[in-house]
């Protein structure tokens, strides 16, 4: 714990979507104390913003432990992309890269399908991308955005676990991240938190429909981390980004490799067959009901 980058970071905003390779000092994401067990042997798995943030960590972690993966980015990310690819390879585990925007429904059954035809099966649905622009006041939240957080973060997960359903089997595995945004709410993200509540809700009560089809659905709800999304906010100055995650109890962001092994718990059923339908709170010591 007392090994990972301590604040302050240095002041910084990246411009656009934000991508991991400029972020100062780069996230963490290899995870080497982590010691893999193959307990995603022969599994496949579609995970969404697999380029960058904990969705890079969780794709490579899942490689490591024996999965093939496809997962999605939007094209000005393709660069993060491709390194991601490559430590996936460096595993010996196939990688499907699938570019495109999460927001449009087409897209959302194009990724399931080409995963499904690519490496043969889908086990594991990691519904991951998102997102978020802080505003000071609601006034700010224009129509646009708050459609936007909802098609990316709400409606894509909705469509990608349809479309997956209709290949899943039993001991199948969906998660979503999910936020503590979701549980307590923030005052400057009304939009992202009502979507990170609506996951929650959603997860909740499809993990109660699908436990007859065995498969299993929960949420993991991270506190701050040190990926492109918060230093990639239009409403984050470089002063705020130098200090991020410092009023948590930890005083610091986590770092993507500390996420990724509750991601391997949840998708393994040697280690979570009893569990759906949770909010599995990795949030640095904040502690909460929800």
């Given at each position: 714990m007392?090994?990972?980058p301590?604040?302050?970071?240095?002041a910084q905003?990246?411009?656009?979507?934000?991508?991991?390779?400029?972020?100062?000092?780069?996230?963490?994401?290899?995870?080497?104390?982590?010691?893999?067990?193959?307990?995603?042997?022969?599994?496949?798995?579609?995970?969404?913003g697999?380029?960058?943030?904990?969705?890079?960590a969780v794709?490579?972690m899942y490689?490591?432990?024996?999965?093939?993966?496809?997962?999605?980015?939007?094209?000005?990310?393709?660069?993060?992309?491709?390194?991601?690819?490559?430590?996936?390879?460096?595993?010996?585990?196939?990688?499907?890269?699938?570019?495109?925007?999460?927001?449009?429904?087409?897209?959302?059954?194009?990724?399931?399908?080409?995963?499904?035809?690519?490496?043969?099966?889908?086990?594991?649905?990691?519904?991951?991308?998102?997102?978020?622009?802080?505003?000071?006041?609601?006034?700010?939240?224009?129509?646009?955005?708050?459609?936007?957080?909802?098609?990316?973060?709400?409606?894509?997960?909705?469509?990608?676990?349809?479309a997956?359903?209709?290949?899943?089997?039993?001991?199948?595995a969906?998660?979503a991240?999910?936020?503590?945004?979701?549980?307590?709410?923030?005052?400057?993200?009304?939009?992202?938190?009502?979507?990170?509540?609506?996951?929650?809700?959603?997860?909740?009560?499809?993990?109660q429909?699908?436990?007859?089809?065995?498969?299993?659905?929960n949420?993991?709800?991270?506190?701050?981390?040190w990926?492109?999304?918060?230093?990639?906010?239009?409403?984050?100055?470089?002063?705020?980004?130098a200090?991020?995650?410092?009023?948590?109890?930890?005083?610091?962001?986590?770092?993507?490799?500390?996420?990724?092994p509750?991601?391997?718990?949840?998708?393994?059923?040697?280690?979570?067959?009893?569990?759906?339908?949770?909010?599995?709170?990795?949030m640095g010591?904040?502690?909460?009901?929800?």
């Amino acid at each position: 714990m007392l090994s990972e980058p301590q604040l302050p970071f240095p002041a910084q905003h990246l411009e656009g979507v934000g991508l991991e390779s400029k972020l100062r000092p780069r996230p963490r994401y290899q995870a080497p104390r982590y010691k893999p067990a193959g307990k995603l042997k022969g599994r496949v798995a579609l995970i969404t913003g697999g380029d960058s943030g904990i969705g890079r960590a969780v794709a490579v972690m899942y490689a490591r432990e024996g999965a093939d993966v496809a997962f999605t980015f939007l094209p000005e990310e393709r660069s993060d992309a491709e390194e991601t690819r490559r430590h996936i390879r460096n595993c010996g585990r196939r990688c499907v890269l699938l570019c495109g925007n999460l927001a449009s429904a087409d897209f959302c059954e194009e990724v399931v399908e080409r995963t499904v035809r690519e490496l043969g099966r889908l086990d594991i649905l990691v519904s991951n991308a998102a997102h978020q622009n802080r505003k000071d006041s609601l006034d700010e939240v224009t129509d646009e955005e708050f459609d936007m957080s909802f098609k990316t973060n709400v409606y894509a997960y909705f469509r990608l676990a349809r479309a997956a359903l209709r290949h899943m089997k039993p001991g199948g595995a969906i998660i979503a991240t999910g936020s503590q945004t979701g549980i307590m709410g923030s005052e400057k993200l009304p939009d992202y938190s009502a979507t990170k509540g609506a996951i929650n809700a959603f997860t909740k009560a499809l993990a109660q429909n699908l436990i007859p089809r065995g498969i299993r659905a929960n949420v993991i709800a991270p506190g701050p981390v040190w990926t492109p999304l918060n230093p990639a906010d239009d409403g984050m100055t470089p002063e705020k980004v130098a200090v991020f995650g410092s009023q948590g109890p930890m005083q610091r962001p986590a770092q993507p490799e500390e996420l990724a092994p509750a991601y391997v718990f949840l998708a393994s059923d040697a280690d979570s067959s009893y569990i759906t339908g949770i909010v599995l709170q990795v949030m640095g010591g904040e502690t909460t009901g929800g």
